[in-house]
């Protein structure tokens, strides 16, 4: 069959609207790129691509389902495992950020009191947002680089926080109803300010801030 | 407990440091498993959201990879290991799909799945995105720039441009296969 611009739009419209689009067989190759193509700009709308809280919370479960099935298993020829994990390489994308700020947890140490920038050095200023398109006072996420965070806006001043939750490393909302940050793995919640407000037995750290500047209105975040 | 874990964050993401966590009995092997895939949905997740760019395929598929890739794999591995394993299996996952539903033989259609994994990719989606779009000639970068990055319809985006409808998909149709000739040549 060959592409043609209704079938493809249909495709694109499907993909706009988040909808399963409808599985057809392509012509040629050029088909499947386009279709590939599209699906890339798709995701980089701002705010698209990020799991639903449900999906999360689906996927927490199954996991630990599927490890647990797997570990019942005997593997033959190999002894039991007595390794410990080693978090290593690949300097700094989202999830291995989010692996290191989870490891106080696991240790069980006290809660650092991290003020410090997520990112120290190694980085470079990445433009996020333009200042004149942060509301006052409200967070707004973006993501650049390995980094995961919220904007802050307070009149000409703009503060970023690390939006990778500190209990186990998922990626955090910014309730408007509410006005405060929230996980939608296990709900743990933060002030816009980075405090935990804190349900957990033991004191999650705070969130970790990010180094921000305004260059020529353009709101920078020093990231890897 | 050590400095090294209060400023352990930032020299990780700086450095890629090594941070051993404490011996663990089986138990608690298990659970760092457990905690170190869960780690990696939003990441699978985001990879996978950015190929097929729709909510339900992407859900499917990340919950197929976590689940091939938990059972096939050995117990005992480092994150690193995890990590790249996890790529691996999204990408012939990936392969799979489309082959099973748009094409006869995606095998070769697909030069991603042929790449080695790129963790870092996915965050990078936006500058990835950029730079394709300043390969492209002015009106097939406006059609896709109101079309995707702003979420304009087509009669929006007809009136933008001063078009008509039927010439917006046209002008869609040959930006979306320009550019995915401009992909396949830098992939």
Redesign the interface.
């Known amino acids: 069959m060959n592409d043609d611009p209704e079938q493809l739009d249909k495709h694109v419209e499907d993909l706009l609207q988040d909808r399963r689009p409808e599985r057809t067989p392509l012509g040629d190759d050029a088909a499947l790129r386009a279709r590939q193509t599209a699906a890339m700009l798709r995701a980089a709308k701002p705010g698209a691509g990020l799991p639903s809280k449900e999906f999360l919370e689906r996927m927490q479960g199954s996991i630990q389902g599927w490890v647990g099935e797997r570990s019942a298993r005997p593997e033959p020829g190999a002894r039991p495992s007595r390794r410990a994990l080693l978090l290593t390489g690949a300097a700094g994308i989202a999830a291995g950020v989010a692996a290191a700020v989870g490891i106080d947890r696991l240790g069980k140490s006290p809660a650092p009191s991290n003020n410090q920038a997520l990112v120290q050095n190694n980085g470079t200023w990445k433009p996020v947002r333009a200042l004149a398109d942060l509301p006052e006072g409200t967070p707004v996420a973006f993501r650049s680089g390995a980094i995961e965070g919220f904007l802050i806006r307070q009149g000409q001043e703009v503060k970023g926080l690390s939006a990778v939750c500190t209990h186990m490393g998922c990626i955090l909302n910014y309730s408007k109803f509410r006005k405060q940050i929230e996980c939608p793995c296990h709900g743990a919640t933060f002030q816009t300010d980075g405090q935990p407000t804190d349900q957990y037995n033991s004191p999650l750290p705070r969130l970790p801030s990010l180094n921000v500047r305004i260059q020529r209105g353009q709101v920078e975040v020093y990231t890897v | 407990?050590s400095e090294d874990?209060?400023?352990?964050?930032?020299a990780?993401?700086?450095?890629?440091?090594?941070?051993?966590?404490?011996?663990?009995?089986?138990t608690q092997?298990?659970d760092?498993?457990?905690?170190?895939?869960?780690?990696?949905?939003?990441?699978i997740?985001?990879y996978i959201?950015?190929?097929?760019?729709?909510?339900?395929?992407?859900?499917d598929l990340?919950?197929q990879v976590?689940?091939k890739a938990?059972?096939g794999?050995?117990?005992?591995?480092?994150?690193?290991e995890l990590?790249s394993w996890l790529y691996r299996v999204a990408q012939t996952t990936l392969a799979d799909h489309?082959r099973e539903?748009?094409?006869?033989d995606?095998g070769e259609?697909?030069d991603d799945v042929t790449r080695p994994p790129a963790?870092?990719e996915?965050?990078?989606?936006?500058l990835?995105?950029d730079s394709?779009l300043a390969t492209l000639p002015e009106s097939y970068r406006r059609v896709?720039e109101l079309?995707?990055?702003r979420?304009y319809s087509?009669r929006e985006t007809a009136q933008e441009l001063n078009l008509s409808e039927?010439n917006v998909?046209?002008l869609?149709?040959r930006a979306?296969?320009r550019?995915?000739?401009e992909?396949?040549r830098t992939t």
């Open positions: 407990m874990h209060k400023t352990g964050a930032a990780f993401a700086s450095s890629g440091k090594v941070v051993a966590l404490p011996q663990a009995d089986a092997d298990q760092h498993l457990t905690w170190a895939y869960q780690t990696h949905v939003t990441a997740y985001q959201y950015s190929r097929v760019g729709n909510r339900p395929d992407a859900e990340s919950a976590f689940m938990i059972t794999m050995r117990s005992d591995v480092s994150v690193p990590r489309w539903y748009y094409a006869e995606a259609l697909e963790p870092r996915n965050p990078e989606a936006v990835r995105v394709l896709l079309r995707f990055l979420g087509v039927t998909k046209v869609q149709f979306l296969n550019a995915g000739r992909r396949g």
